[in-house]
């Protein structure tokens, strides 16, 4: 297929993508494969490490007891990128590979790369060399997170790579973790659920936005870059880094803290929906926020009971008079509420907090973003579950009409 997009210079950004030809709205961009990617370790016993398929039982590597698989065929073709991973993880039995950092991971499978260097077409736009690993700007405190990383991978790799000289001049393990820091992608399923991360350097050239008119979704491991917005010949492509149903103030400073830059796109610099998305009493919605880490890790133990006892505790009547469910703290706990209803099998509580969900969705993903149409699809099974049929086909039928 004829190339869609350039390598560009944006202007007061550096290096930027830009399409070569209008594109509409859901149209596909560009495809990439990945130059190194690994299972998420919270989706390791759920998720097939070739293909990424979610299965609830999977082959488990008999080597390393860690990876596992749909078939023996997955195991097969992932043998040759997993037979040098096997062997470190198989070092560390029987105590911490269950445990290990997705980023060591991830840099031990780039160092493998690195040391048998063959030609990428992961990097036909940009190069792993080139990638920005923003050293210099990082603080002592960050520095000594990577420090601790490279302890971690030294260990790892100790049965494997015995010597990190052999690397090419500026991708040493510091450089690598930075790199990886600032240019992996999270690999999400069909649902937008999170099974793994992987480094594309070609969609690295991508720059940020809040409103931004491209999204990445995944076949596997295969990203596909899709317009969510007409876009003219020449223009940049942008697409989100970070979850964008935030006030502007948390934005930007997640954007500066992960990425190095501060935000000044139109919706951070005119505070677009702030005044929406905290909206309510703040005394009532400051207690949401400070409750969500600790709901979040609930969900991460799958403590369903406990979780949806405290999301209605804080929820209880308060729908429309203290914090309206368009304050993103509330629709926060509305979603946590519904995962925790639906494996809890309370399906009509799970349909009744979806449902409250659909309209700040639909404020807030104003585009054809497939988060809104996840979220519109995961009410609509909930509906057709019940039987209530009239009910599915006006979900449904908004995942077609996004406006």
């Given at each position: 297929m004829e190339s869609r997009v350039e390598r560009f210079c944006s202007q007061g950004k550096g290096h930027g993508l830009r399409a070569l030809v209008p594109l509409k709205a859901?149209?596909?961009?560009?495809?990439?494969?990945?130059?190194?990617?690994?299972?998420?370790?919270?989706?390791?016993?759920?998720?097939?490490?070739?293909?990424?398929?979610?299965?609830?039982?999977?082959?488990?590597?008999?080597?390393?007891?860690?990876?596992?698989?749909?078939?023996?065929?997955?195991?097969?073709?992932?043998?040759?990128?997993?037979?040098?991973?096997?062997?470190?993880?198989?070092?560390l039995l029987p105590r911490i590979p269950g445990t290990l950092h997705d980023s060591v991971r991830l840099v031990a499978?780039?160092?493998?790369?690195?040391?048998?260097?063959k030609p990428s077409p992961a990097e036909q736009l940009y190069s792993l060399v080139e990638l920005e690993s923003?050293?210099?700007?990082?603080?002592?405190?960050?520095?000594?997170?990577?420090?601790?990383?490279?302890?971690?991978?030294?260990?790892?790799?100790?049965?494997?790579?015995?010597?990190?000289?052999?690397?090419?001049?500026?991708?040493?393990?510091?450089?690598?973790?930075?790199?990886v820091t600032c240019?992996?992608?999270?690999?999400?399923?069909?649902?937008?659920?999170?099974?793994?991360?992987?480094?594309?350097?070609?969609m690295s050239l991508l720059?940020?936005?809040?409103?931004?008119?491209?999204?990445?979704?995944?076949?596997?491991?295969?990203l596909h870059?899709?317009?969510?917005?007409?876009?003219?010949?020449?223009?940049?492509l942008t697409i989100s880094y970070i979850d964008v149903v935030m006030p502007s103030e948390d934005r930007k400073r997640q954007l500066q803290k992960q990425y190095h830059f501060l935000c000044k796109c139109v919706r951070c610099t005119t505070a677009d929906k702030d005044a929406d998305m905290l909206a309510g009493d703040e005394v009532v919605w400051?207690?949401?926020?400070?409750?969500?880490?600790?709901?979040?890790?609930?969900?991460?133990?799958?403590?369903?009971?406990?979780?949806?006892?405290?999301?209605?505790?804080?929820?209880?009547?308060c729908r429309g008079t203290a914090v309206p469910d368009r304050n993103v703290y509330a629709l926060r706990l509305l979603d946590l509420a519904v995962d925790a209803c639906v494996n809890l099998g309370q399906w009509e509580r799970a349909l009744e907090y979806g449902t409250r969900t659909l309209e700040p969705y639909r404020f807030y993903y104003t585009d054809a973003h497939p988060a809104r149409a996840v979220?519109?699809?995961?009410?609509?099974?909930?509906?057709?579950?019940l039987g209530r049929l009239e009910e599915v086909r006006r979900t449904l039928r908004q995942v077609c009409d996004p406006h």
């Open positions: 859901g149209e596909l961009v560009f495809t990439a494969q990945p130059y190194a990617h690994t299972v998420s370790k919270s989706a390791m016993k759920t998720t097939c490490a070739n293909c990424f398929s979610r299965k609830e039982t999977l082959l488990r590597c008999s080597g390393c007891k860690t990876a596992r698989y749909c078939n023996p065929a997955c195991q097969r073709q992932a043998w040759p990128e997993h037979k040098r991973e096997c062997k470190c993880l198989r070092s499978r780039v160092i493998f790369r690195l040391l048998d260097p923003h050293v210099s700007e990082m603080g002592a405190e960050k520095m000594e997170g990577l420090e601790q990383l490279c302890t971690m991978l030294l260990l790892y790799l100790k049965e494997e790579v015995s010597d990190l000289s052999q690397l090419p001049p500026g991708l040493g393990p510091i450089d690598l973790f930075a790199k240019n992996c992608f999270t690999i999400s399923d069909g649902e937008l659920k999170e099974a793994g991360v992987g480094l594309y350097p070609s720059n940020h936005d809040c409103k931004p008119n491209c999204v990445v979704m995944f076949e596997g491991v295969q870059l899709r317009a969510i917005q007409e876009i003219k010949a020449l223009e940049e400051r207690h949401f926020c400070d409750a969500i880490p600790r709901m979040e890790q609930l969900q991460s133990e799958c403590q369903w009971k406990q979780l949806l006892g405290q999301c209605q505790a804080l929820l209880g009547d979220q519109l699809m995961r009410v609509g099974k909930l509906q057709h579950y």
